[in-house]
C-alpha cells in the first residue's frame, strides 16, 4: 500500500498528468504523510514541493524516502501543526490535501476551512488537490456508532463539489476511489497488522493494534463498502 488513501498508482499518476505542475511553480502538501503522493508530483514536474505533517513518523518516512532518491531538489519535508505555521499567501501553484482535512478543524467544519485555508495560500488561477470522503448512502446507524464522533465524513460526492463552489472555486475535475482500491486499501491496513503479530507475537501493543483493525474490518465489509467513498476534487482559485 504506497497511499494512505484508497488509490491506485495508476489513478494517482493520471490526477498528477492532470495537475500539469510547472518546473516554476511551488506546490505545498498539507498533511503530506509520508510523501508518497508529493514526491511523484516532484519528479514529474521538477517543481518546489514541500510536504507538512503533524505526526513525527511519518516525516521520518518521508525523509528516508528524500534519502533514497540521492538527489531530489527543491523537495523537502516539515514537521508541523499546519494551523500554527506561517506560510505566505498566494504564493504556490498547487496547494494538496489528501485525507487530511481533519488538521482544519473537527467535524462538519473541517472540509471546508481547508478548502478556505488552501485557497489563500495558492496564486490566483492557482489549483487545490483535496482527498476527502463521502457517503454513498445514508449510513446505518450502528456504522456511525462504531466510528465514533467526529466520524470525518458529512456530505454526498456532489455535495462536496457543490461546497466548493459556494466557497468560490472553480470546479475543474473530480474522480474517486473505485472497489478494487477500497478494497486494496483496507485489507493491506488487516494485512499489515497480521504480519507485526506473526513477527512480534509477544508485542502487546501489535495485539491490541491488530484487534482494533479487525474489528474496522468486520465493520467495513458489512458497512463501509456500500456506504462510504473517497472523492479526489480539483479547484481553482478564480483569477481576482
Not at 504506497?2 to 492532470?18: C, V, W
Not at 448512502?137 to 450502528?142: L, R, S, V
Request: hydrophobic share 40%; proline share 3%; glycine share 8%.
Amino acid at each position: 500500500m504506497l497511499f494512505n488513501s484508497p488509490i491506485s498508482e495508476a489513478k494517482a499518476d493520471l490526477i498528477i498528468n492532470i495537475l500539469n505542475v510547472k518546473s516554476t511553480g511551488k506546490v505545498i502538501d498539507l498533511g503530506c504523510g509520508d510523501g508518497e503522493f508529493l514526491t511523484r508530483v516532484h519528479k514529474k514536474s521538477g517543481a518546489e514541493c514541500m510536504g507538512l505533517d503533524i505526526d513525527p513518523s511519518c516525516i521520518t518516512l518521508a525523509e528516508k524516502k528524500l534519502g533514497h532518491l540521492g538527489s531530489a531538489e527543491n523537495l523537502s519535508f516539515r514537521l508541523a501543526d499546519i494551523q500554527d505555521t506561517h506560510l505566505e499567501k498566494n504564493t504556490y501553484e498547487l496547494a494538496i490535501c489528501i485525507g487530511s482535512t481533519h488538521a482544519f478543524g473537527q467535524g462538519k467544519v473541517a472540509y471546508s476551512n481547508a478548502l478556505m485555508h488552501m485557497s489563500k495560500l495558492v496564486k490566483p488561477n492557482g489549483l487545490i488537490l483535496v482527498g476527502e470522503g463521502y457517503w454513498k448512502k445514508k449510513p446505518a446507524q450502528e456504522y456511525l456508532d462504531f466510528i465514533g464522533d467526529p466520524v470525518g465524513v458529512y456530505n454526498s460526492h456532489e455535495k462536496n463539489i457543490q461546497l466548493a463552489e459556494s466557497l468560490g472555486l472553480i470546479v475543474l475535475y473530480a474522480a474517486i476511489s473505485n472497489q478494487d482500491e477500497w478494497d486494496h486499501f483496507e485489507w493491506c491496513f488487516k494485512m499489515k497488522a497480521q504480519r507485526a503479530v506473526i513477527a512480534e507475537p509477544d508485542n502487546e501493543k501489535a495485539r491490541k493494534k491488530l484487534n482494533g483493525v479487525q474489528q474496522w474490518n468486520k465493520y467495513y465489509r458489512k458497512f463501509g463498502r456500500t456506504t462510504m467513498g473517497f472523492g479526489f476534487y480539483l479547484f481553482m482559485k478564480p483569477d481576482e
